[in-house]
């Protein structure tokens, strides 16, 4: 699948595994999240543009590259996609940071929108959606969904693990939109849950429940 990303580099498969450790505990696992959120936006990133401008060193005048073009914004579904949103920020600082409230109804799965705040100018920017997990896919959807009626046309979508029937749903729905993930696990169990997956990734960084 062309527009579905794995990273399989070793750093970030090494943390992956502490993050499903079930002893590892909150601050580490929110450190963790932060970390990969961050290695795999470093790769993610490889297609932004540059150009040349006039600089002056200590030395001499010279030509340097410096980033072009649109200007960038994530954007985390919360709460667990606030988790990823300090590793990106510490890569691209200038980048704006939008918020789409959704959560899942817990009998039917489906996605329901309670918050969206999104910078004025979304749509002139390059889009990155974050969310540690990719399950049903019904939250991306409707993320993705939100960011076009906005006028979004360069959305990225950025979670740490997928299950495939999530990778499916979404991929169908947006075939315009590049997946990055870095490990497609084996399925959904019956509560929607990844597995194996590492557990409510937003419960892990948040120490709640
Ligand atoms: N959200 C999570 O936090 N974990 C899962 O396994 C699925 C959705």
Redesign the pocket.
């Known amino acids: 699948m062309d527009n579905v990303t794995v990273f399989t580099h070793p750093l970030v498969q090494h943390k992956i595994s502490m993050l499903r450790d079930i002893n590892t505990g909150c601050k580490e696992f929110r450190e963790l999240i932060e970390e990969v959120a961050m290695l795999m936006a470093y790769d993610a990133l490889s297609d932004l543009p540059l150009e040349e401008v006039e600089i002056t060193t200590p030395i001499t005048s010279t030509t340097a590259s410096v980033l072009s073009g649109k200007k960038m914004a994530i954007v985390p579904i919360l709460r667990?996609g606030l988790g990823m949103v300090n590793g990106i920020l510490a890569l691209v600082p200038s980048a704006k940071v939008g918020h789409i409230g959704l959560y899942r109804d817990h009998v039917t799965l489906e996605a329901q929108n309670y918050y969206c705040k999104l910078p004025d100018d979304i749509e002139n920017r390059k889009v990155i959606i974050l969310d540690?997990?990719l399950?049903t896919g019904n939250s991306a959807v409707a993320a993705a969904n939100m960011l076009k009626e906005a006028g979004c046309t360069s959305i990225k979508f950025m979670c740490i693990i997928a299950a495939p029937e999530g990778i499916k749903h979404f991929t169908n729905i947006h075939p315009d939109v590049q997946l990055y993930c870095a490990c497609i696990d084996e399925k959904l169990n019956e509560n929607?849950?990844?597995v194996p997956?590492?557990?409510?990734?937003?419960d892990r960084i948040f120490g709640t429940k």
Do not use: R
């Open positions: 667990a540690p997990m399950a929607g849950y990844i997956g590492l557990g409510d990734a937003g």
